[in-house]
Structure formats: C-alpha cells, structure tokens
C-alpha cells in the first residue's frame, strides 16, 4: 500500500521568493512519483515525475523536484515565484513493478502568490 | 492533438437522479481511469480499464456506480439514484506506458474534469 502526505494544505509566498511544497510518502515498493498543478476548473497537468532515474527532477515552469529516499520525501521547489503560479498543486506516488497503475495523491496545497 | 475530453463540464442533479458522464481519451491509449476529487481533497481512484476490459474496479463507493468502455475508446461513468455525498469532480485519465530504469510505469494524461453537483 502507498499513500502521500502534503504538509500545509495553503502555502502563501511572495512574488520572487522561494516556493517550497512538501511531499512525503510512504510505499512498499520503490515508488514512482509525480507532482500535478491544478489550476481552476482545469484538469491536472504534470509538472515533474521521477521514474528512478536522476534524483533531482526538473519539471516545466522552472519546478523542480528532489527524490531523498532516505527522507521519504519529494519535496517540490521554485527560485521565484510568479503570479501565475497561483494554482493547487498535487504530490502522487504509484507504485514501481509490473502491473501497477495506480496514482495515489495527497490532499493537494493550494498556493497563493503576494504581489 | 486533442487532449483527453469530457462531458459536460458541469452537471446539476436532484437527488435521485441517474446521470452519466462521458470521456473521450487521447487516441490510441490503451488505458483509462476515473477518479473522484471531492471538494478540498485529492483524486481518488475509483476505475481502470486496459482497452474494453474493466481490470479494478475497486475504487468504486458503491453498486450505484457502473463504468464501461464497450470498444475500448470512449468510456462512460453512470451513477445511479445520485446522492448528495456523489457530489464530486470526476476526473478522466488515459494512459501511455513508459519505459525507465526502475522498469514501466504509466504517464497519465487528465481530462477538465466534470463537477457533479447533487441537489
């Protein structure tokens, strides 16, 4: 069984300042992991996936991502913020193997930018 | 270069009510999903099919819900005698399967969604 933590259901930043949304997860297999941005009344689009190789993920709009598998974390960072960034962003873990297809998400953490 | 697609967008029911929401996938992929995202919360699996076959079913919340994919294309997810604790997004999602180093995983493309609201 898998299942995903996202610390902080609303992060609020400033323009131009870090953005850093927290994922844990825990999976009994090594795990797939993905980062999804919602935005609203819109599907999900992915952002980043670590499939096992590179542990630093680089994903669109300047999001990137870091596999620490001693921490169990994936957490999901950006340099600087822009407005459009404004969005609910979603950490999802499926397990690795033959068969498995299953995406579990977490709860999702809504994110504000401050002009 | 059509994306995953679904109708309609927005659904308003009474109580009761049988309702059917459709999902055209990107063309050619074998695989299909169908999630639920409650208000404030993540997707949640409900379906799979691999081409027409319904392979899990197991996130499914109750009898009153039937998915079907009759010739593994466009898939159709009817909820019977709605309620108002259905109302949801309802999230389709179709599939290639990837290749990588730790083996094959699937890179799931989503649809806008339809919000499924049960008066």
């Known amino acids: 069984a898998q299942s995903v933590t996202q610390l902080g259901s609303h992060v609020s930043v400033s323009e131009g300042a870090l953005v850093l949304l927290r994922c844990n997860y825990s999976s009994s297999v090594p795990p797939y992991l993905f980062w999804y941005v919602q935005y609203p009344n819109q599907g999900l689009q992915l952002l980043l996936k670590y499939t096992s190789a590179a542990t630093l993920v680089k994903g669109i709009n300047g999001f990137e991502a870091e596999f620490k598998k001693s921490e169990t974390s994936f957490h999901l960072t950006k340099p600087s913020a822009h407005m459009s960034d404004a969005a609910e962003y979603f950490c999802a873990v499926n397990p690795s193997g033959a068969g498995s297809y299953q995406l579990t998400f977490g709860k999702g953490t809504k994110l504000s930018v401050i002009p | 270069g059509a994306g995953v697609s679904q109708s309609p967008r927005y659904k308003v029911a009474k109580r009761g009510q049988d309702v059917a929401l459709r999902c055209d996938p990107i063309?050619?992929?074998?695989?299909l999903f169908w999630y639920q995202q409650a208000l404030g919360q993540g997707p949640e699996f409900l379906t799979y099919?691999?081409?027409?076959?319904?392979?899990?079913k197991s996130g499914l919340p109750s009898d009153r819900f039937f998915a079907e994919r009759p010739e593994g294309s466009v898939s159709t997810l009817k909820i019977q005698r709605t309620q108002q604790e259905d109302s949801a997004v309802y999230l389709c999602?179709?599939?290639?399967?990837?290749?990588?180093?730790?083996?094959?995983?699937?890179?799931?493309?989503f649809g806008p969604g339809t919000r499924l609201t049960v008066l």
């Open positions: 099919f691999q081409n027409e076959a319904q392979l899990d």
């Open positions: 999602a179709s599939s290639l399967v990837r290749l990588s180093a730790g083996g094959v995983y699937n890179e799931q493309f």
């Open positions: 063309s050619g992929h074998v695989s």
